[in-house]
């Protein structure tokens, strides 16, 4: 009995260690050339947003990988990184209170990856519970350019979406200009 319950403890203590590799914060480059992004996803049931700095695909075994928003509070993430800014321009998501967002430097001239996840919806109805096929996942990649700012919104709403654009700002006014972000695929085994 008492080699039964240590071995449940081992693998529950096993899993916490897992969840907080899952969910910790990507690095971000102190030197070198730069570029700032922002994520802005929906204050929904989202499990987050993570990213996979100098890769063109999705491997969670890469050094640096890590969350940058997350909308539920997860053990080991806290909702630490959520509304983060670090000085880009305001846009109108940036100010929207139903959406999270937070900003990072990322390496300029290399790839980096995003990894967007909402799963979908249970809705519990007394001894009873129905899953909506409302889940959104996609894997996004880009190569920002040095002392360049973007904005990367995940939606749900009317549909499942992922958009890039870079923020130029003039004098007094912002623009935003598409950017060429493209979907991208798994490279290794998950943890």
């Given amino acids: 009995m ?17 969840t907080l590799k899952q ?8 030197g070198g050339e730069r570029a700032r992004v922002r ?7 989202y499990r987050g947003v993570r990213a996979y700095p100098n890769s063109a695909c999705v491997n969670d075994k890469l ?7 997350n909308v539920q509070m997860v053990l080991g993430f806290e909702k630490n990184l959520n509304n983060k800014k670090i000085g880009m ?10 959406f999270v967002s937070s900003e990072i430097y990322v390496a ?3 790839p980096i990856t995003f990894r967007f996840h909402k799963p979908n919806t249970k809705i519990e109805r007394g001894i009873y519970s129905t899953w909506l096929n409302d889940g959104c996942y996609m894997k996004k990649t880009f190569i920002p350019e040095p002392n360049a700012d973007y904005e990367l919104i995940f ?24 950017v060429e972000y493209k979907d991208t695929t ?4 998950k943890r």
């Fill in 39 to 45: 994520v802005v996803i929906q204050d929904i049931d």
């Fill in 186 to 189: 798994d490279c290794g085994r």
């Fill in 108 to 110: 300029a001239n290399e």
């Fill in 63 to 69: 050094p640096g990988n890590g969350m940058v928003a």
């Fill in 89 to 98: 321009p305001e846009t109108e998501y940036s100010v929207d209170k139903n």
């Fill in 23 to 30: 969910n910790v914060v990507v690095s971000e480059p102190t």
């Fill in 155 to 178: 939606t749900d709403v009317p549909q499942c979406l992922a958009t890039a654009q870079k923020i130029v700002k003039t004098n007094e006014s912002v623009t935003m200009v598409p």
């Fill in 2 to 18: 008492c080699k039964k319950i240590s071995l449940i403890a081992a693998g529950l203590l096993l899993s916490g260690c897992n």
